[in-house]
């Protein structure tokens, strides 16, 4: 079974500086997607970004980027020029191929604070 | 902009109580996802459905619960005989066609005395 791999529990960063979530995970496919999700305290999964594994280019998404290595199994988020609107619960997804379902496993998450 | 709507946004019950959480889905959507969070843990996969039949399931995912699509529109959750430790937020997604993003519902906060 693939599982993700959060392993930074809490994070924080100052109000206009960039910070870096990190996520591993593990599969034998060679042909999957990976998500970043992000949940305010509303607790609405939104999507931040994904990542197609059979594309070498890392996606970016305005202020969000990621960093994919994919013989690393290794797919982290950077948030530039951090805005308060940025504190949330950041989630790590892996989309499952399996058959007919493409369920999402999702990290423990890390939490974001932003310091004004 | 479709979104995907849940209702009722929480829900209590008492222990031994069934409960129906209800999702529609966006309208051209293919597939269909439940998912649980227990308050301060990771999302968990439930069940998908596709072609009006479960896909696929998770541990979790045990004789309690079922799923349907009654009317083509909305997708329920039933859990026949409430725990304790059923208490969570329960997320509804839709989602077009494989590696499409998944849309999620605002949940709903399922508090079981």
């Known amino acids: 079974a693939q599982t993700v791999t959060q392993s930074q529990p809490e994070m924080s960063v100052q109000e206009a500086e960039t910070v870096t979530l990190s996520c591993t995970y593990d599969t034998s496919e060679s042909d999957y997607y990976l998500f970043w999700y992000k949940q305010p305290p509303s607790r609405q999964m939104i999507l931040v970004i994904r990542?197609?594994?059979?594309?070498?280019q890392n996606a970016t998404e305005n202020r969000f980027s990621v960093n994919f290595q994919k013989a690393a199994k290794s797919f982290s988020l950077k948030i530039s020029d951090s805005q308060l609107g940025d504190a949330a619960m950041y989630f790590c997804?892996?989309?499952?191929?399996?058959?007919?379902?493409?369920?999402?496993?999702f990290g423990k998450g890390t939490k974001l604070s932003v310091i004004p | 902009e479709p979104e995907v709507t849940q209702t009722p946004s929480h829900q209590v019950t008492q222990m031994g109580q069934e409960v129906i959480l209800r999702c529609v889905p966006i309208s051209n959507h293919l597939y269909f996802y439940w998912y649980r969070q227990i308050l301060g843990q990771k999302v968990e996969f439930l069940v998908s459905?596709?072609?009006?039949?479960?896909?696929?399931k998770s541990e979790i995912f045990d004789d309690q619960f079922s799923v349907e699509r009654p009317d083509g529109s909305n997708f329920t959750l039933k859990i026949r005989s409430t725990k304790l430790e059923d208490s969570a937020m329960y997320f509804c997604a839709s989602q077009y066609g494989n590696y499409n993003e998944q849309f999620f519902g605002p949940g709903t906060r399922l508090t079981v005395l």
């Open positions: 997804a892996y989309e499952d191929s399996g058959a007919g379902s493409y369920q999402l496993t």
């Open positions: 990542q197609e594994a059979y594309k070498q």
């Open positions: 459905f596709y072609n009006n039949e479960i896909s696929e």
